[in-house]
């Protein structure tokens, strides 16, 4: 018998789980400082909203109803349709992501290592801009990192989904949730403050263009871990009665909130202490130490916030490596642990060049892109959102309408209301809306 979440907050926990992770606390602020700040914050919710929910909640139906993988899913409920590739597609991007993933994880585990032996925070705001240019540029230490983070990952994996994943999320996001609330204070006390907030919430539309549209799609879906079945397959093991739009609700609240808060730690502190907004993927790096730095006990807060980090980035990377484990399973037979093994060698070699790309490679582009930025950007702004498409055109249009109905409502158990507008967006909203920010962006 395939294995289930045993308790209601352990599906909400897995979920946020998987939500909450790096893409919240260090590409939501990259992302919103390279784009401008508040208009792609907006712009990031109304994606959330309008396209995430309805696609999260497709994802549930189609994992709860098969019972399967995301290959498995397609086969089962849109049988001889061309849509099973978009789940081949969803394991790429998984692949994809989990490679790049893993090297900033790597940084994490870093400034863990440093906030430890107390290195870190008694040189100047320079000192250690130029330190984390050095450390990313180190092949052994930064290459050392990203395959000790698969490794610890692969550990993990080879246990199975409900045990390992349920346990520690439980207990440490909300503990994470707390630190990111008593930072934000502090970086609110500070003399420039209503800089950053400014930049963040106050829309400033003549900064829009097609690049911030599709990066804040891109974004939600990113930081909801959408479109690649990594939710399908994680609905797969839900109970029956798991509520779905509850979860989705609770999932996408709590997951904004969570990049919201982020964004409130780090722009005041940029404008503070005179950082770039437009930094890129480096931001939150070099900003975080400034930030501890100026705490009082700051290296003890260092060490609690990057160890909570590190498995809230864990918990992301178990969800988005089962969606390759469970194909690999369930479809093409493997034991769990060869499944894993093989997730995790195909991801350290991508991986290292990911993490190669700030170093030896860094002058080595595609497209204008270094690997690692291609790997991110080709996953999250085109892959994810062309699965989403996928996703919600397939639980709106091709499955029984009967199966919709019975997954949101829990055969009849709960009120419908809701399922109605569900099926539009599924249907009309989502699809279109991704469409069009399609277009925009090729314009
Ligand atoms: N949502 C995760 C985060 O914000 C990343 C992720 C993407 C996880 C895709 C699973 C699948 O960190």
Known sequence: MRSQFVTKTGVIAATVGSAVGLGNIWRFPYEAGVHGGGAFLILYIVCVFLIGVPVLLAEFVMGRASRANGVGAYRRLAPRTPMRACAYMGILASLMILSFYSVVAGWIIEYLWQS?????????????????????????????????????NFLVLRRGVEKGIE????????????????????????????????FLFKPDFSQLSPSVVIGAMGQAFF????????????????????????????????????AILAGLVIFPAVFSYGFEAAEGPKLVFEVLPAVFAKMPGGAYWAV????????????????????????????????????????????????????????????????????????????????????????????????????????????????????????????????????????????
């Open 223 to 258: 930081s909801l871990s959408l479109g690649l079945t990594c939710m399908m397959t994680y609905a797969s093991y839900f109970s029956d009665g798991t509520r779905l739009t509850r979860s989705a609700s609770i999932t996408a609240i709590l997951d904004s909130l969570v």
């Open 304 to 443: 609690a916030f990057f160890a909570l980090l590190f498995f809230a980035s864990l918990t992301s990377t178990i969800s988005m490596s089962e969606i390759s484990i469970a194909y690999f399973v369930e479809e093409r037979k493997m034991k769990r642990t060869a499944a894993s093994g093989l997730n995790t060698g195909i991801c350290m070699v991508f991986g290292v060049l990911c993490a190669m790309s700030f170093g030896v490679l860094s002058d080595f582009t595609i497209c204008g892109f270094t690997i690692f930025n291609l790997f991110d950007y080709v996953s999250s702004n085109i892959l994810l959102p062309l699965g989403g498409i996928a996703i919600s055109l397939t639980a709106g249009w091709i499955i029984d309408r009967n199966i919709l109905w019975d997954q949101l409502t829990n055969d009849g158990h709960i009120r419908s209301t809701w399922v109605r507008p569900i099926r539009f967006c599924m249907r009309f909203v989502a699809p279109i809306a991704i469409t069009i920010v399609f277009i925009y962006g090729l314009l």
């Open 167 to 198: 346990r520690i999320s439980n207990l440490l996001m909300p503990l994470l949730f707390l630190l990111l609330i008593i930072f934000c204070v502090n970086s609110l006390m500070q003399p420039k403050a209503m800089e950053g907030v400014k």
């Open 116 to 152: 430890i032996v107390d290195l870190f925070y008694h040189v100047t705001q320079a000192e250690y801009e130029r330190q984390f240019d050095s450390f990313i540029a180190n092949p052994w230490r930064s290459l050392g990192w990203t395959v000790g983070f698969l490794l610890i």
